[in-house]
């Protein structure tokens, strides 16, 4: 390097063009019948498959770091004092242990005190206001059981069609409730294809990392540095921290075990709140290649993303690393790959 400081990044320098039409809003029948784009960091050079084919770019002895966090049903639709209708949309328990975060609609007319009443005939006390529009709130029983009776999967506004399954929000591996949103990588696994990794030496190990509606928020501010990310709660459990330290190369799937391993690579702890915000030019400690799906222009993820495609290019700068990104992108909505949460796939190598 020169010496010369690089150019402050720009929320504008992650910007792109995406038609409408290219954000799925239903998925791929079966899960791993979605596309898979790969793409060659240090080249350049894309490959085109189908997710159920990816064995052929993984080799025995990879292991695939999976986040097995379950979506909570977590938009609960009920009816506020004296009539007209209310949504509290949860996103995780606070502290005492007593009380969980929530986005309330329609907050102005839900003071503090007030009752929204569920369609499972659930009450959902309001409280104070928080910060970032959230608001405490309190049920009258356990939450999950709750949840479980009056909620719905709190799919992402960009899909409007809520004609599939519930579980199709899920993956087939999660395991403990706590997250608003799904870590979408791993939606195009299934039982069999991992079952046929499994059989060819590729280990899967699981980490936990609850995801909250940051995901979706735009980057805040005219420059990246000015935007903070929300803390979410992570655990990696021993036997996944052996499996990870053994590992001939770690695979992550999706950005959340993305920033669930690099935490604990720079932190050595095996669970707490990381508010982990990745930005190009970042050195990886523990991932080498990344399962990923198509994100959203101007957002965090994007940014993680450019940052792993600059590790693997030799010299590169943000903006050579975001123009090899971008240029997949591009070369993916000229062959029809569908976008975001039910889109197609990427392998990063």
Known sequence: MSGVSEPRLRVDDFDYDLPEGAIAQTPAEPRDASRLLVLHRATGMLEHARFGDIGRWL???????????????????????????????????????????????????????????????????????????????????????????????????????????????????????????????????????LASLAAGGIGRASVTLHVGLDTFRPLEGEFIDEHRIHREWYEIAPEAREAIAGAGRVVAVGTTAVRVLETAARTDTESGWTDLYVTPPYRFRAVEALITNFHLPRSSLLLLVTAFVQAGMSGATPFAARDRLLDAYREALAEGYRFFSFGDAMLIV
Not at 60 to 83: F, T
Not at 119 to 148: K, N, P, T, Y
């Open 59 to 193: 080799h025995a002895g990879d292991l695939l770091v999976v986040n097995d966090s379950r979506v909570l049903p977590a938009r609960l639709e009920g009816e506020r004092p004296g009539g007209g209708a209310a949504e509290v949309l949860v996103l995780r328990p606070l502290e005492d242990g007593e009380r969980w975060e929530a986005l309330v609609r329609p907050s102005r007319r839900l003071p503090i005190g007030a009752w929204v009443t569920l369609r499972s005939g659930d009450r959902v006390e309001v409280g104070e206001r928080l910060a970032d529009g959230i608001r405490a709130v309190r049920f009258e029983r356990d939450a999950h059981e709750v949840m479980a009776a009056a909620g719905e999967m709190p799919l992402p506004p960009y899909i409007r069609d809520r004609s599939a399954p519930a579980d199709r929000y899920q993956t087939v591996y999660a395991r403990p409730p706590g997250s608003a949103a799904a870590p979408t990588a791993g939606l195009h696994f299934t039982d069999n294809l």
